[in-house]
């Protein structure tokens, strides 16, 4: 296993680590201080290699492998979170399903808008009154020329203006199906949920169908299919989180540092402190860990293997490293790194929002012990 990056890799994620610092980071203010998202960082997102990196250059695409794209996502994920959460869904969770259980027409349909940041897609799997994403109480009942959706999701992240694509997965005689349903349309509406501790920007939504036509030729995959369709697309997905809490652990770890050389405690700068240091090491060696895990998870997908176990423990170790160092650099600040002068405190509360992200720590050690009891 090789994970030497290429001269074009790591070119790429320089060009992104200075975009999130010169170019997003200043335009994303409005998220945190007014829950909206600037016309202008939607207008520089379309313009830049941001949208279409991992989609087929037949639909539109850039074609990038998954290492090429999520060692990418890694920079990105040192910026605002709502930024990150729609690079990770829309270069990853949003157009595979498409890929691997659409028709050619459907494909055609929606991916190039994808692609260009044109159309967004949002995925409405969680319920109230489920458990978890997996139990599904949406009906779809059959009508003339297609079906009725009704069912209420939530938490579902999506961009109201921008979000043209919903997936939706209720139950039918043959089990739960996956629907493409087209946005605004007549039987789709939103409430806004109440507002999020982290990742904070534009709400996140309750997501209401009530008589909901969907014609017959949106359904995605086969009736009954649905539940291997919304499973399915999480495995790659899980990886992109776990870059995603690299990312983001490696910015609040640069941010410590920085902090520990300015910082002068009893005459001497907090760096020198041996007990200081020791963190710093834990950090970064936890950092490093998680890391490999998450690129053997992407460096196996590109190989065509199966990544069902690597991608769960990538998450799950992912997600408890950005938790520790979240901690641990926070403690390093000092009492003023819990104030907002500076941005670790938003980064903690950021960091938070990983366990939820494509499953649960618990949901992910069940997918784990699964495999490993085969
Ligand atoms: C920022 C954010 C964005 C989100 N975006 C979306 C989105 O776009 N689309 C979408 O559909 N959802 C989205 N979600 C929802 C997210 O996927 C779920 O919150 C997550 O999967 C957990 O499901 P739940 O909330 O139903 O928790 P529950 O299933 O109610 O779980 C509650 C607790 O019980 C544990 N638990 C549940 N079942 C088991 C079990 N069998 N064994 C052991 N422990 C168990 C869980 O691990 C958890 O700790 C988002 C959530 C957040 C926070």
């Known amino acids: 296993m090789d994970f030497t990056l290429s001269e074009k890799t790591l070119e790429r994620k320089a060009r992104a680590r200075q975009w999130v610092e010169e170019v997003l980071d200043p335009l994303c203010a409005p998220l945190e201080e007014e829950e909206r998202l600037p016309k202008e960082l939607v207008a520089e997102l379309r313009r830049g290699e941001f949208f279409g990196l991992t989609i087929p250059p037949e639909y539109g695409g850039h074609g990038w492998t998954a290492v090429e794209w999520l060692s990418v996502l890694e920079e990105l994920s040192r910026g605002y979170a709502t930024v990150r959460m729609i690079a990770h869904t829309m270069n990853g969770l949003f157009w595979r399903p498409l890929e691997a259980f659409g028709t050619e027409e459907q494909k055609r349909k929606y991916l190039p808008g994808l692609a260009s940041g044109e159309s967004w897609a949002a995925n409405s799997l969680t319920e109230p009154e489920g458990g978890t994403g997996k139990d599904i109480n949406a009906r779809a009942t059959k009508v003339e020329g297609g079906y009725l959706l009704n069912g209420h999701k939530w938490l579902i992240t999506t961009f109201p203006g921008y979000t043209t694509l919903y997936y939706a997965f209720a139950s039918t005689e043959e089990g739960v199906t996956a629907f493409l349903v087209d946005a605004p349309t007549e039987g789709l509406d939103l409430v806004p949920m109440e507002k999020m501790m982290g990742c ?13 036509f969907v014609p017959e030729k949106n359904i995605l995959g086969e009736k009954g ?10 495995h790659l997905s899980r990886t992109s989180i776990a870059f995603g809490c690299v990312g983001l652990a490696q910015k609040m770890l640069d941010l410590a540092v920085a902090y520990a050389k300015k910082r002068s405690t009893f005459g001497k700068k907090i ?5 200081v240091q020791a963190n710093i090491a834990q950090m970064g ?3 490093e860990a998680a890391r490999l895990l998450a690129y053997k998870a992407a460096w196996k997908f590109d190989q065509g293997l199966d990544i069902v176990a690597d991608a769960a423990m990538a998450k799950l170790f992912a997600e408890q490293v950005v938790t520790r ?6 403690r390093m600040h000092g009492g003023v790194g819990y104030t907002q002068a500076y941005p670790l405190e938003r980064h903690f509360r950021d960091a938070r929002s990983f366990h939820f992200e494509e499953g649960t720590e618990e949901i992910q050690k069940l997918l784990i012990a699964r495999q490993l009891l085969r």
């Open 325 to 330: 160092v979240a901690e641990m650099a926070l």
């Open 225 to 234: 299919q649905g539940l291997e369709v919304a499973i399915g697309m999480l």
């Open 200 to 212: 904070v920007g534009p709400r996140h939504y309750n997501v209401l169908y009530r008589d909901c």
């Open 271 to 275: 760096a020198t402190r041996q007990a």
């Open 285 to 287: 060696t936890e950092i």
